[in-house]
């Protein structure tokens, strides 16, 4: 895919900023991925010392005793020398910074974003800002990620230019399509959005883009020894390996949804046979899943329950209100209904059920907004194009 105006092409200082910004941007998205398993894991916690107390903090042999525990460092050196690595990179430093360094021993650290601190303000509020709307375009129904082939090449998730910024302006992102192109110039420059043949600015045309950041790779916290060095993997990559993995972790004859050759409809993969050995075979059947939706299993509540029954006086509910950290998974609970919604399920080991969600429930409030007019699709919605930091208000039936 080229271009006729020379003025777009990025100079090389350009390209080897966004692609330094980039790396930057994998070490942000891997001392998430650090801080929320902490978090999730209880090892952040207030604590004090010397008569003080630190709020947020965690203990330094601590930390490399649960790498070691959930199996993210096959040794201790190891594990001491990724939390040197998020310290050089400055995702954690001492609370008090008198320590230069990581030091495996009963020293107190804290994360930079846990305290405000956090370097490349504008950088880092860039970057979450286009996950979360990465995350909305997902959702949508008529999404503007598309599998397109112009010409003899296959792009996976691209849009134009000009579509994004019809977007931008229809999502309220920005104002007008000058602050739309300005935005994604600032992307391009972030190394967040690319054009597909990685060599052009931004353009408010038919050029072809893609976020150059797979926000949804599955991440390992051992990936810091080598961010500054290792293959970058945009967001294009690795569509076909991933479905080999998830195909690895099913039992045999079972099925997963996945994208049809067309792109137009989903299809569903059947593993009808595996082969053990040096590594394993997998013959995938493809079939088109039946017209009507397959049902799901039975409602945990005893009676349908109204919003009236919900809100009247003295009705037999206790208001309860919870901050779920979602991990690098997500909540771990599922929702159905079409208003008032109620929790089906909790993932008895996720974020939820740590902090006290149980079955039974209905959603009152997601993130200050009463929800309990609004179907389980719309919520899910809300919920992922949100912060990582969900707050609900629930209603909890008395035992």
């Not at 000058?178 to 038919?206: K, N």
Request: with cysteine.
């Amino acid at each position: 895919m080229e271009c006729d105006d020379p003025s777009l092409l990025l100079s090389s200082s350009l390209q080897s900023s966004a692609e330094a910004c980039l790396r930057q941007a994998e070490i942000l998205k891997l001392g998430d991925l650090l801080r929320f398993r902490m978090h999730h894991s209880k090892l952040i916690k207030d604590r004090s010392s010397d008569n003080s107390t630190y709020p947020s903090t965690f203990m330094a042999n601590e930390a490399v005793n649960w790498l070691l525990e959930k199996r993210e460092a096959p040794d201790r050196p190891t594990g001491v020398k990724i939390m040197k690595k998020y310290f050089k990179y400055d995702v954690i430093h001492h609370v008090c910074d008198s320590v230069s360094s990581f030091r495996d021993a009963k020293l107190l650290y804290r994360f930079r974003d846990d305290d405000g601190t956090l370097m490349q303000e504008r950088q880092t509020k860039l970057l979450r800002r286009a996950e979360r709307m990465y995350m909305r375009m997902l959702i949508q129904e008529d999404t503007l990620l598309r599998h397109k082939q112009p010409g003899s090449e296959l792009y996976s998730r691209i849009f134009q230019g000009r579509e994004l910024v019809d977007w931008l302006i229809q999502n309220r992102e920005v104002s007008s399509r000058l602050d739309g192109e300005s935005l994604c110039r600032t992307m391009v420059e972030y190394g967040i959005l690319q054009h597909v043949s990685r060599l052009y600015h931004f353009s408010d045309s038919a050029m072809l883009y893609q976020f150059a950041i797979a926000f949804r790779r599955k991440r390992k916290i051992i990936e810091i020894l080598d961010v500054r060095t290792a293959p970058l993997k945009h967001d294009s990559d690795g569509n076909q390996s991933s479905l080999l993995d998830l195909c690895a972790a099913l039992p045999f004859n079972d099925f997963v949804l996945a994208p049809s050759a067309s792109n137009t409809e989903p299809m569903a993969v059947s593993i009808v046979e595996r082969r053990g050995g040096a590594s394993n075979t997998y013959y995938l059947r493809y079939y088109k899943p039946p017209p009507s939706p397959l049902r799901g299993p039975p409602s945990v509540l005893s009676k349908p329950v109204s919003v009236e029954e919900l809100l009247e006086p003295g009705a037999p509910y206790l208001s309860k209100s919870l901050t779920i950290l979602g991990d690098d998974v997500g909540w771990g609970f599922v929702i159905r209904g079409t208003g008032p919604c109620h929790v089906q399920a909790v993932d008895p080991g996720g974020p939820a059920a740590g902090a006290g969600m149980k079955v039974r429930q209905f959603l009152h409030t997601v993130n200050g907004m009463c929800s309990l007019r609004l179907d389980y699709q719309t919520i899910n919605r809300l919920i992922v194009a949100g912060p990582r930091r969900l707050v609900l208000e629930v209603l909890e039936p008395f035992d």
